[in-house]
Nanobody, 122 residues
Framework: QVQLVESGGGLVQAGGSLRLSCAASGRLFASYAMGWFRQAPGKEREFVAACNWSGGRTYYADSVSGRFTISRDNDRNTVYLQMNSLKPEDTANYYC???????????????WGQGTQVTVSS
C-alpha cells in the first residue's frame, strides 16, 4: 500500500513556473513507476508525465513535452513535476499516481493522491 500526497500547486501567471511534489509513504516506493495526471473542470483526467522506478526513463504528453520535467528522489520517497512556460490551458487539478508501468493509461496505476490545484492566469 502506498499513500501519496501532492503539494506545490497555486496561482501563477502565464509564462511562469511551478514545481509540484508528491510525497509517498509506505513500503517499496523505489519499486513503483510514477505518473502525473491532470483534470480540468468538465474534462477527463489526462496523462501528463511518467517515469520508471529509477527516473531514468520518462514519458510526456505532447502538450507538455519540452515544458514539464518529471523527476524523483527515491531517498526522499518523492516525485516532482517541474512546470515551466505555463499556459492558461495547463489549469487543472494535478494528481500523482504509482503503478508498475510508466504508461499513459490511468489503468496502469494502482495508487492515487488527492490532487493539488494549479491555476494559470492569462
Amino acid at each position: 500500500q502506498v499513500q501519496l500526497v501532492e503539494s506545490g500547486g497555486g496561482l501563477v501567471q502565464a509564462g511562469g513556473s511551478l514545481r509540484l511534489s508528491c510525497a509517498a509513504s509506505g513500503r517499496l516506493f523505489a519499486s513503483y513507476a510514477m505518473g502525473w495526471f491532470r483534470q480540468a473542470p468538465g474534462k477527463e483526467r489526462e496523462f501528463v508525465a511518467a517515469c520508471n522506478w529509477s527516473g531514468g526513463r520518462t514519458y510526456y504528453a505532447d502538450s507538455v513535452s519540452g515544458r514539464f520535467t518529471i523527476s524523483r528522489d527515491n531517498d526522499r520517497n518523492t516525485v516532482y513535476l517541474q512546470m515551466n512556460s505555463l499556459k492558461p490551458e495547463d489549469t487543472a487539478n494535478y494528481y500523482c499516481a504509482a503503478g508498475f508501468s510508466y504508461a499513459s493509461s490511468r489503468s496502469s496505476y494502482d495508487y492515487w493522491g488527492q490532487g493539488t490545484q494549479v491555476t494559470v492566469s492569462s
